[in-house]
């Protein structure tokens, strides 16, 4: 039988490729990068994070400390080279991203049963096949999948947060501390490197006074942007003109929704006291590690489309960065992903051919977790495939079968990325009223007892 092939060295092709290795099957896996670019990579690494450092909350009882679990339950590569570069984040997995890179490309490059070809791949193959060519996927391989499906394909912008030299922080203004996290000393006034405490916090927090918060809103909603295409360009090529992802606004957006929108949103000030006046400040941005040195730092939700001039002067205005030096710039760029409830099944085949798989954000999930997961997915259900097993169809009880339930089942007038939450998963079914915290223990103790037993009645 042929090679196996997967499209896409991102977080989801890269998963794939060594599950379906793994499995002693030879693959190929194609990565387009250095040769054609994204617009929005800027290495020829393989699993590049484009947008934050955080791949989300690392707690058993939330929904992402959940998907995580059944990745290592199921020997994610991902999961483990994240674990091994990971940076202080409170209860976040957060990863140098140069450094995680770097080690899923190495890993890649060892396998024995692993073939990294550096094209563009500009059709859909007649073999054994997973594209997880991302949200990014070229034009011309974009064709392709639409000539197979009917054109089936919905678009959306979506935008990257800025990136700040730690040595430009004030911190005399700015604080270190994690939400809630009393062990953590808001003194502190030098940026974390690799030879911090463990007690420090692991933000740096700028905090606003009423005044400073009004002020900033005034300046972020009035600041020139990077026009997007008009919309009649936009149709042309399928794009829907400001048609963004919920879950990755803008700042600038977010704060168009009302005067407090941000303020209890990526601003909100709750579980922190600014250590200059001992009270909580009204509003705050945080900053959050971006490299193992320490040096840089990526400003939390803030998202952006703001002309770069105008980041300058704007994100200028937030204490304790009046000085900041950007490294990078917020910027927008735009993500495409299937009709998956029309084109999909649960096990991530396409419904017209049972030997090609789609997997990442190309399907409709959202955050890197969901990538990795599908990724995953996708490649031990094409081996299994290839070797005559029975492909896996996890349950809905777990996250994993809960995110593909939900990106192949989804009523498609309102389909956007999701990703791992609670409201996917089956109802509980309580006999008393629980907390939030109890009730997110219980969704994992089920999603775990049920991947374990479906795992023990599968055939090897």
Not at 229 to 252: D, Q, Y
Not at 312 to 340: C, D, K, W
Not at 379 to 407: D, K, S, W
Request: aromatic letters at 8%; one cysteine or more; a negative charge.
């Amino acid at each position: 039988m042929n090679k196996a092939i997967v499209i896409g060295g991102g977080l989801a092709g890269s998963e794939a490729a060594w599950q379906i290795a793994e499995r002693n099957i030879r693959v190929k896996l194609y990565e387009m990068r250095p040769q054609v670019s994204t617009g929005a990579h800027v290495t020829d690494q393989l699993a590049e994070l484009v947008c934050s450092n955080s791949l989300g909350s690392n707690q058993a009882d939330r929904a992402s400390g959940v998907l995580k679990n059944e990745l290592r339950r199921l020997d994610s590569l991902l999961v483990k080279c994240a674990e091994e570069t990971s940076l202080p984040a409170g209860a976040a997995l957060a990863v140098d991203r140069e450094a995680f890179a770097r080690r899923v490309t190495e890993k890649i490059l060892a396998h024995p049963y692993i073939e990294l070809v550096r094209e563009e791949v500009k059709e859909i193959p007649f073999s054994p096949v997973v594209i997880a060519s991302g949200p990014l996927t070229s034009e011309n391989l974009s064709n392709s999948v639409a000539a197979l499906s009917g054109d089936e394909h919905l678009f959306f912008f979506d935008a990257i947060s800025p990136i700040v030299r730690a040595e430009s922080i004030d911190m005399k203004i700015a604080f270190r501390a994690s939400r809630y996290d009393k062990n953590s000393d808001p003194s502190k006034t030098a940026p974390r490197s690799e030879t911090s405490r463990d007690d420090e916090g692991d933000y740096i927090n700028c905090p606003f006074t009423k005044e400073e918060y009004y002020e900033f809103l005034d300046a972020l909603r009035t600041a020139e942007r990077i026009e997007l295409r008009s919309f009649e360009e936009a149709i042309k090529t399928g794009v829907k003109a400001g048609h963004f992802f919920e879950g990755c606004l803008p700042v600038e957006i977010i704060a168009e929704r009302g005067d407090e929108s941000l303020a209890y949103g990526p601003m909100r000030p709750v579980g922190l006291r600014d250590p200059r006046t001992g009270k909580r400040p009204y509003a705050v941005a945080q900053l959050r590690q971006d490299n193992l040195a320490g040096s840089l730092y990526n400003i939390v939700g803030f998202q952006t489309n703001l002309k770069f001039p105008e980041q300058r002067r704007v994100l200028r205005m937030i204490p304790g960065l009046e000085n900041a030096e950007f490294e990078r710039y917020g910027q927008m760029h735009r993500n495409t992903f299937i009709a998956s409830p029309k084109l999909l099944r649960p096990t991530l085949q396409h419904i017209l051919r049972d030997d090609l798989f789609f997997a990442g954000q190309i399907t409709g999930v959202e955050g890197y977790m969901g990538n990795i997961a599908t990724g995953l997915l996708a490649g031990i259900n094409l081996a299994r495939f290839m070797q005559g097993n029975p492909l896996f169809e996890l349950p809905r009880e777990t996250m994993i079968g809960a995110l593909c339930h939900y990106v192949t089942h989804a009523d498609l007038k309102d389909f956007q990325p999701m990703k791992a939450n609670f409201g996917i998963l089956p109802e509980l079914r309580l006999e008393r009223k629980i907390g939030k915290r109890e009730k997110g223990q219980a969704y994992a103790d089920r999603a775990a007892g049920a991947l374990e037993d479906y795992l023990q009645n599968q055939p090897s």
